[in-house]
């Protein structure tokens, strides 16, 4: 498996062939180029003015998220090969450091060539198709043994070949399986629970079309979902946070506890191990999160199964801007420019972030009189993104001892800003 967390060398270059040290720069502040103006690129607005370090976004619409609070927002598609090239080089100002993302969804091989330019891309496009295309990562993830749930793709070499294989596998798990899109699911997106090839009949009918390809999953029967998250530099140095539990409520993260209530140091450790032997293997530049299932192993004993993966900061890791003595945000800022990285500790016992999913407000700063009234040790952190049913807007992160008021307070926060009364929420 992998080197110890406490073993592993803060030296060692990259498996990708890049120099160590901070990226090369003209004379003056980083510029961090970073592809997606959603809420994650506008969550590291903070930590880069701290640091001193310049964000240049590139962002779909001049009203996005980031585009609020971020000076330097070029607007652009991220599978626009022109808009990239001049988001990292632009006609005036000065070239970025370094090229990272706030999702998944560009195009590797101009990556791959603005590497071989001289930009360095972190991280790589070698490893970021694991996040884009999840039979790669499962196949790279079986090769490297790190435990996952039993799995197959369904190939399209004729009709009704992946059908066949499709039955075939719920025969041999019981009848139930989980049927996942390779690329473009997100938020319980392209996900489907089936018990027959018909289910999914539709998607077969795509992959036809040309649609993204299919993998057939165990249906796992895990006791609760755990995240891992880990940063790596390029240099070699990985820091791990304390593992947390993810709540979920119709395939989208409603809360966040760290740390995981109940679980022991070993698993705690076998965790971060697993996700630093990921964050390794694929040659991960910046934060990694991963999303594991805790599981009875044999004898009854917990262990845990690698269900997903996001190669940026991610929404179980909100809760570090609060409750850990570096942020996620701050740590994948360092990390891609290759910079030592901060210490993971928690600053508190317990801290709870709850999300907040839809709205009946039109306006959801029209809640923070009562909310902050009535939550002062609550903090608040706002999307700017007009209101949808069910759309992430928000998170509340709520620190202290208690575990069990914490967690009341910050879901009476957060359904305040939904719009909800305290009482419905809190007896519900």
Request: with cysteine; hydrophobic share 45%; glycine share 10%.
């Amino acid at each position: 498996m992998s080197a110890t967390l406490d073993s592993l060398p803060a030296d060692r270059p990259s498996s990708s062939g890049e120099p160590s040290g901070a990226a090369a720069s003209p004379a003056g502040p980083p510029v961090v180029a970073v592809v997606g103006g959603g809420q994650l690129a506008r969550m590291m607005s903070p930590a880069a003015g701290g640091l001193g370090i310049r964000l240049r976004v590139l962002v779909e619409d001049p009203a996005s998220s980031a585009a609020q609070v971020v000076t330097d927002t070029p607007v652009g598609a991220a599978s626009d090969e022109a808009a990239i090239r001049s988001l990292i080089a632009p006609d005036a100002g000065r070239p970025a450091s370094v090229l990272t993302f706030e999702h998944e969804h560009v195009p590797n091989d101009l990556l791959t060539d603005l590497i071989e330019h001289g930009t360095p891309v972190r991280p790589g496009p070698h490893a970021l198709v694991q996040a884009q295309d999840k039979i790669v990562m499962r196949q790279r993830l079986t090769e490297l043994d790190v435990p996952c749930p039993r799995w197959a793709p369904l190939p399209t070499s004729s009709p009704g070949a992946g059908r066949a294989v499709l039955a075939a596998f719920l025969d041999e798990v019981g009848g139930s399986a989980v049927v996942k899109t390779s690329r473009g699911g997100y938020d319980g997106k392209g996900v489907r629970v089936v018990s027959s090839p018909d289910d999914v009949a539709d998607w077969f009918a795509a992959v036809a079309d040309g649609g993204p390809q299919l993998l057939v999953e165990e249906k796992v029967p895990f006791t609760r979902e755990l995240a891992a998250l880990v940063a790596r530099r390029p240099s070699g140095e990985v820091r791990a946070w304390p593992v947390v539990e993810s709540v979920q409520r119709d395939g989208v993260c409603s809360e966040v506890v760290a740390p995981a209530p109940g679980l022991s140091a070993e698993l705690d450790a076998r965790a971060r191990e697993i996700a630093t032997a990921v964050a390794e293997g694929l040659d991960v530049t910046g934060v990694l999160a991963i999303e594991m299932f805790e599981v009875a192993g044999p004898g009854g004993a917990p262990t845990v199964l690698v269900n997903e993966l996001a190669m940026r900061p991610h929404n179980s890791g909100h809760w570090t801007i609060d409750g850990a003595v570096t942020s996620q945000f701050e740590q994948h800022l360092r990390a891609v420019l290759d910079l030592p990285l901060g210490a993971t500790e928690p600053t508190a016992t317990w801290t709870v972030m709850a999300n907040v999913l839809g709205s009946t407000l039109d306006e959801l700063t029209d809640a923070l009189p009562d909310v902050l009234a009535a939550f002062p040790e609550a903090r608040v952190n706002l999307y700017g993104k007009d209101v949808r049913p069910g759309r992430k807007l928000g998170h509340v992160n709520v620190s202290g001892d208690d575990l069990d008021e914490v967690r009341r307070r910050a879901i009476a926060a957060a359904a305040l800003l939904r719009g909800d009364t305290i009482e419905e929420e809190v007896n519900g």
